[in-house]
């Protein structure tokens, strides 16, 4: 897929879950940075797409980073404020989706050393 494609998608992506925010938590900085981080999050995932269709994986440690997901972002999610906080939630989710999109790209881009 090409680079403004990738980008485009990226950008529609972060918009609509933004969007989804807003509707609950109207707050700037909560609204810039869930964008931001899904932005970056869907490009390299839309870069490098066996990071969600690859087969050829054990489905134990996707269900493992689901698990810890879900409990991190819940503990975000009410450790915010007093009441439960969806936007922070998103955040949560989106900042896990991007640190397994940006390992990947990591993994994939840098040269392990050949042993002699």
Request: charged share 10%; no cysteine.
């Amino acid at each position: 897929m090409n680079r403004f494609v990738r980008y485009i998608t990226a950008i529609l992506i972060a918009g609509a879950i933004t969007w989804v925010v807003s509707l609950t938590d109207p707050t700037l900085e909560v609204l810039i940075t869930n964008f931001g981080v899904y932005a970056v999050g869907a490009e390299i995932t839309v870069r490098y797409r066996e990071i969600l269709w690859s087969h050829d994986t054990s489905p134990i440690p996707s269900g493992v980073f689901g698990g810890v997901v879900t409990a991190g972002i819940t503990t975000l999610a009410r450790a915010y404020g007093p009441e439960y906080n969806f936007g922070i939630a998103i955040l949560g989710l989106g900042l896990a989706w991007f640190g397994l999109a940006t390992g990947y790209w990591l993994a994939v881009t840098v040269e392990t050393p050949t042993e002699q």
